[in-house]
């Protein structure tokens, strides 16, 4: 996702909860230097019994965001039913790690035409993520971005085992551009800046980071968000491995050949 | 699973490829004592360019099958948009390993009314597999039983590893019928017979088992298909231990209960 | 572990405590059927700040035991410093989990001449357990019997995943005996039973389960620890899984083939 | 380990295989900015039929080296019984991967008042690594390093997967300075540079890596060892890392926190 050619961080809750809530998020991170926003409105949890989003109500307030941040907006698609209204109105339609597997999903998103990020589920292998992402463009995504989001290990001191290595890995068998959810990936806020750090320094193409104007009181994934002002620090914390990402242009993707 | 309190073994082909593979299967299984057939029309492969089943046209002969035999038939869906026309001509809709975190199709397969078999992500936790199956319940399916087929390990000398454990944690758990699949959890022929023992042994309420007329020429999971003389072989091999869980009676379910 | 051609049982507490925990142990154990006495006197423990064992003083409470119940005693070394003395005691040497990659440790066991209990390590791939074993023999050992005991994998309902399917394989990959222990690959006392039936149905040579007077006062394992009571019960639950196992000859080994 | 408080490179072959193996390469490490020398000399290896070292030669190579270089050197103790004499030529223990479980190794590595040099083990969790570190200070070792080497997981496509949060958590945890080893987390060449890269970023207060006059011909873990040319441009590559590591001094260790 080179956004003319820079390393670009997409920032958001993971809920779309309230307009106050998402617009003071989106002007945050805008301010801060986020360069695309995130925010789920049909939320596939873990547990059915959590929040599910608020759906098109939530779409509209993406397009919102938008206006006022003149940033592009992701949203995740859970279901093939859904895709073309989500397209109507997201920039980029998310494929979330546990949807992976979902062809029809896969089908369905690529055929709006949308660029498609698609998240490595937390158990597949990385020859899996490649075929999925072949997949995707062969039926017509205008555009692929692949994101690590953490696998499932016997490890139990973070929600899931980043592997980066896997990045560098997806980068040269795809062609494609990589990012790294350091959100998920470690489940706790105080390991977002160093797994950004590091995620920049292996040369991922950008970040997608849980941002919240409450962590504390988030309906979902509190524990993981940041603050405006964690993300802020996030931001300053990870600018002189940006700028060497930069002078060394550790993936000059060519126009087209990965995401628009 | 109870099929009238009796320990129940589903047998069939991968894939629905043939009418004629599919009816001399069907036959074979039910004369050495399978009590309902599986077959996949809709197969959502792990790479897309793999063989993606025959649809509508293998519903068919799923139905012609089950006139035949005499036996019910339990087939997968993978797609929201199909779970009608499946629930039209199955008995029981599967819910694969890859789609246990698609809630939407949750929702819409238990809302055919027809009994749920729901397998095990090969990532998923028993905690995530028993919040599915209530979320199934809750949803309306008519009845549910959960397949354990393996999970994701370093192990690489077998294609995943059955977690026998997890079969009676999930019975404890759920009340509901949990049966094990040893093609898929093993991926070798010669394993299906030792895994299907244990299995009964542990107090499984049935087995889920791949059979092929001509395993070697099967359009896919060839290497995990018995053939029908193998499967003879199988039945006869579990026959004590399945005389020894009748007569313990490990799982008298009451009606209504578990599945119907 | 032949013993005489049977399925063989070996039973005790994690570690021996005192006299009189052991002795009474090894009583009711025998009593109920088990063909071995274990008990561990020198204990590598996760942490170092749990007890240690007894060392030499727990060697001749082993010792006593024998004497008392008739039955062979295997134990635990963990430094190639003790196994001179513990071969001088015990009937069977065992390499625990965490040293099955110990080298020195190995070719100091098998230099006794004594037969040799291999724990497979939790993270050690079936190959490596091969390995291991044919080291153990190529260095002298008086037979070799493997042990299942589970492995690391992101599960955590119970302590480890017992990996039924490495049985098989291994006793095609070695020719050995190999025994499984429900106990660790469980970490919980109600799933001991159904994890021993399933192993003897799938062909396991023996078992070998933790055993205390007073499961909840043990220093170590209690949780996984049967009671005399229970293991009595264990002892009549897989007693007819057992009788076909005889009846079929599971692993009719040769003399000298696999253990004394 | 601060080594005058700098990010420390570590670096040698795998093996000491010959005097002029080992002393090339320690030369030419030295010249690309390395810190201290590595070089096994009794190599516990998967398998028992792999090259096992040359011993106390090797030890006498370590000791050359030095003298060369000026840099201090460590070598790995597999046995409890070589510890004292090991102690006699190297700077620092290092304690395997394959050995962290091993207590008595850790005793007597511990009871040479050495720093030693701590791999995870790739089946061990964060805290049981805390565990062993935290014995091995009370133990009387001269300082504890850890190193974070990757962990078993259901990944293939490479050797093991590397835990970068675990360094993180670690330095966290116990204090103590965290290194990592992209040679063995990884199992390729070309995976060194970007997780270096990475190990940097994160905030780890080294690396080891492993550098060969000739990898192809190495006799051991050739795959991902380093030509010398290799180091001296991974060197290059991680220097402005470093260069934001010390201007933040990332990890300030007061003398005798952590290493010598």
């Known amino acids: 996702m080179t ?20 617009l003071t998020t989106a002007e945050a991170v805008a301010a801060s230097g986020a360069r695309m926003l995130r925010g789920g409105v049909f939320k596939p949890r873990t547990s059915p019994y959590d929040f599910q989003g608020l759906g098109v109500k939530g779409l509209e307030l993406l397009a ?3 206006t006022v941040t003149g940033l592009p907006v992701v949203t995740e698609v859970i279901s093939e039913v859904d ?11 998310q494929v979330g790690s546990r949807s992976m597997f979902n062809w029809r999903l ?22 899996e993520v490649r075929d999925a992402a072949a997949y995707l463009r062969e039926q017509g995504a205008g ?18 085992t980043c592997d980066l290595a896997a990045v560098s890995l997806l980068q040269r068998m795809t062609g494609l551009p990589v990012i790294v959810d350091p959100s998920h ?3 706790a806020r105080d390991l977002v800046a160093p797994l950004s750090r590091a ?9 997608i980071v849980e941002v919240h104007p409450d962590p504390d009181r988030a309906w979902s994934d509190g524990a993981q968000s940041l603050s405006f002002q964690e993300f802020e620090e996030l931001m ?25």
């Open 106 to 127: 896969l089908e369905s998103a690529a055929r709006t035409g949308k660029p498609v990020l698609l998240k490595r589920s937390m158990g597949a292998t990385v020859e």
């Open 143 to 160: 555009g692929v971005v692949l994101c690590e989001r953490g696998i499932r290990t016997f490890g139990t001191a973070t929600r899931n």
């Open 185 to 187: 990936s470690s489940g």
């Open 64 to 66: 919102k965001a938008r």
């Open 236 to 260: 300053r914390d990870i600018e002189p491995f940006v700028n060497i990402w930069t002078a060394r242009r550790y993936r000059p993707l060519a126009k087209g050949k990965g995401a628009a």
């Open 3 to 22: 956004l003319g050619g820079a390393f670009a961080t997409i920032a958001g809750p993971c809920a779309v909860e309230t307009e106050r809530q998402f």
């Open 83 to 93: 895709t073309e209204i989500v397209a109507e109105y997201a920039d980029m339609l």
């Open 199 to 207: 995620a920049v320094a292996i040369g991922a193409d950008g970040l």
